[in-house]
């Protein structure tokens, strides 16, 4: 059993670094739905750069040795404010954003101790 809560340590990350690495690489890339949704946001597409730079870098952090809780903590704090965009904005399906950000919680209780200051 010890060794199945190792790979699903890894697994994870893994496949939240995937997802994140492709929304922020759409973000930059200008992808047409992209552009949209952060039009419908109101914040101007320099938001949308912001955003694709910081799930880039988070997703960095989560495989930089005792960065992983500081990676994962960006993106928790992303999709609060995703999740919070589809309810209050956007529209129906907050589900995408709710489970990449459960995801993320998940990782960054599993390396709550790197989080010492």
């Excluded at 690489?25 to 938001?47: C, H, I, N, P």
């Excluded at 694709?52 to 704090?77: D, H, N």
């Excluded at 309810?87 to 907050?94: D, R, V, W, Y």
């Amino acid at each position: 059993m010890p060794n199945l809560k190792k790979y699903i340590s890894q697994i994870i990350p893994a496949l939240v670094s995937l997802a994140f690495l492709a929304a922020g690489l759409s973000k930059l890339a200008g992808a047409e739905m992209m552009v949209q949704t952060f039009d419908t946001l109101g914040f101007g597409q320099w938001f949308r750069y912001l955003t694709g730079l910081v799930e880039i870098s988070a997703v960095i952090l989560l495989w930089l040795p005792g960065k992983r809780a500081w990676g994962a903590a960006l993106l928790v704090a992303t999709m609060v404010g995703a999740v919070a965009s589809h309810f209050l904005i956007i529209g129906p399906s907050a589900m995408p954003a709710t489970v990449l950000g459960l995801l993320s919680a998940l990782i960054l209780y599993q390396n709550r101790d790197q989080l010492q200051l």
